[in-house]
């Protein structure tokens, strides 16, 4: 079972700047691909970005060139790099851990709310 943990999200003006972090507790963490999703109000749930082991990463279009996904494996912590924030960045932020050969995301984190005020 693994356990997952955001934080850092918050209220910042648009083009600002947030990190969010995702600390994920029990299993092999390396093992797991960490994805971003967020989820706007009255919007479905969406991809954002994923980092897997060994450097692969991969991004949606509305957020390639603004956000940077990366991952500490020793301290078990996925980040989230959000710079040149607009309005529609506004979303909880969740992160969601799968291995590789799964289909789907296995653990899912309960989310930090992201604000960007125009």
């Known amino acids: 079972q693994v356990h997952l943990v955001e934080s850092g999200g918050g209220l910042v003006q648009a083009g600002g700047s947030l990190r969010l972090s995702c600390v994920a507790s029990?299993?092999?963490?390396?093992?797991?691909?960490m994805n971003w999703f967020r989820q706007a109000p009255g919007k479905e749930r969406e991809f954002v970005a994923a980092?897997?082991?060994?450097?692969?990463?991969s991004y949606s279009d509305s957020v390639k060139g603004r956000f940077t996904v990366s991952r500490d494996n020793a301290k078990n912590t996925v980040y989230l790099q959000m710079n040149s924030l607009k309005p529609e960045d506004t979303a909880l932020y969740s992160c969601?851990?799968?291995?590789?050969?799964?289909?789907?995301?296995?653990?899912w984190g309960q989310g930090t709310q992201v604000t960007v005020s125009s």
């Open positions: 029990g299993g092999t963490f390396s093992s797991y691909g």
């Open positions: 969601a851990a799968k291995r590789k050969g799964v289909d789907w995301y296995e653990y």
């Open positions: 980092s897997w082991s060994g450097g692969i990463t």
